[in-house]
């Protein structure tokens, strides 16, 4: 496993999921690893805290800037302070949310919105129509012009935010000639914790609404629609292939069935305590509270089954790593897409791999 410094496996590997971010201007290295060295052990406080250092400096930053007319430097401060945010939440997921973690959220959100809105062209904030509410997302435009052009949905893990979604994918997919939809689906980002929209196994009913609001807009070429899921996202990605998918290219990044089906099994016997000060909680916490306290064994059994049927035969690219017997063969008609190992150096294409799969993929 990759490991960047931090003692905690855990801990370890969210730093560095936070300083993968950096080549899209999500995070800065320095920043990261001197955040990193302010946490006490295993203690989540700790870690909550030295990131909301880290970001509100960053974010005083941005506003200065800003307030001097150098808005390209106030961008990316925003976007870092954003990144921070998100960072120093995630460690506190669990049931009942806490509300240090809605606090980081809707301050990680209103921080990469003031960076995006220092864009030559800044993203559409939009509200996706679902079931009587709405789904929070962002819809980013490659060029001004009315040319229909190939578009692509970004739909991520289970920790992770909509604005995360811009610096894995969305800015490689904007420099390559895509428009992009980037989105929280319920148990994610503000779906989960502003509006309580919880985790549910039928994503098929979650991307169907998604592409709607693509096919209402004149600038998409409809024929052109790409899903790319991230981590937990590339199994719920593989749900809607196969209940008669209408994109024409899909994406998995990170999870495969088996990966999933364990994970399922783990989560029965995991358990439903809030988090206390040590990391090892946030697993069973966590994916207990994504999936409902009311109804959270059928959820658990849903997600677990395996729903890859004739629509997963679909061109489709599966993205990992070269580890062996890590990922399964999706089928015989998909295109998958090796990462060297770099002798060890990345493993997780979430953890400081993103550049080199989206140039694999592009």
Known sequence: MTRIGVKDVLLDAQTLRTVGSAPYGGADVG????????????????????????????????????????????????????????TAGVMLMGSPPDPRLVDTNLRQTDAFRRGAALLAMPPEIVQIPYEGTTLPGYFFRAGDGQRPRATVILTGGYDGTAEELYFFNGAAALARGYHVLAFDGPGQGAALLQQGLILRPDWENVV???????????????????????????????RWIASASELSVQGSVGCSHSTLGAAAAWLRTAPRVPLMTGSSDIGGSAGWWLCGDERDEDVVDDLAQDVVGDGFERHHHLVTEEVEGEIDDPGSEAVRVDLPSLDGAVDDLLDGGAALAEERVA
Do not use: M, N, Q
């Open 208 to 238: 169907t609404p998604v592409v709607d609001c693509l096919l209402s807009r004149a600038e998409v070429d409809a024929s052109k629609i790409a899903l790319i899921g991230l981590s937990l996202a590339s199994w719920e990605r593989e």
């Open 31 to 86: 920043e990261c690893l001197a955040a990193a060295a302010r946490v006490r052990g295993t203690d989540l406080t700790s870690w909550h805290d030295a990131w909301v250092s880290a970001a509100a400096a960053t974010l005083a930053l941005a506003e200065g800037e800003l307030a001097a007319g150098r808005t390209e430097t106030a961008r990316l401060a925003f976007w870092r302070s954003s990144s921070y945010f998100r």
